[in-house]
Nanobody
């Protein structure tokens, strides 16, 4: 099992920045690909970004490309999401996720492990 704990959410004004963190514990060797998803009220959970822990290859949803950066510090078993130029439509609960295997996916159901989520609110 892998346990994921997010932190770093909060309230920020439009154009501001936040950095989310996700610390993994347990059998972290099985978390080969990690990602961030988000879910706004009344909407489905959507893919934000993913990264392969081995090669550090990154993938982004078009809606966040150029504004968000996903990264990992494997020495700390920590995943990050740097969010810049935030918009009100970025408001959501952000979830950290991990999956076995080296291929990323934008489909949340294929991820094996999930954090509890952290709220990000962007005021206009």
């Amino acid at each position: 099992q892998v346990q994921l704990v997010e932190s770093g959410g909060g309230l920020v004004q439009t154009g501001g920045s936040l950095r989310l963190s996700c610390t993994a514990s347990g059998r972290t060797s099985s978390a080969y690909t990690m990602g961030w998803f988000r879910q706004a009220p009344g909407k489905e959970r959507e893919f934000v970004a993913a990264i392969t822990r081995s090669g550090g290859v990154t993938y982004y949803a078009d809606s966040v490309k150029g504004r968000f950066t996903i990264s990992t510090d494997n020495t700390k078993n920590t995943l990050y999401l740097q969010m810049n130029s935030l918009k009100p439509e970025d408001t959501a609960v952000y979830y950290c996720a991990a999956k076995r295997g080296f291929t990323y996916s934008t489909t949340y159901s294929v991820y094996d492990y999930w954090g509890q989520g952290t709220q990000v609110t962007v005021s206009s």
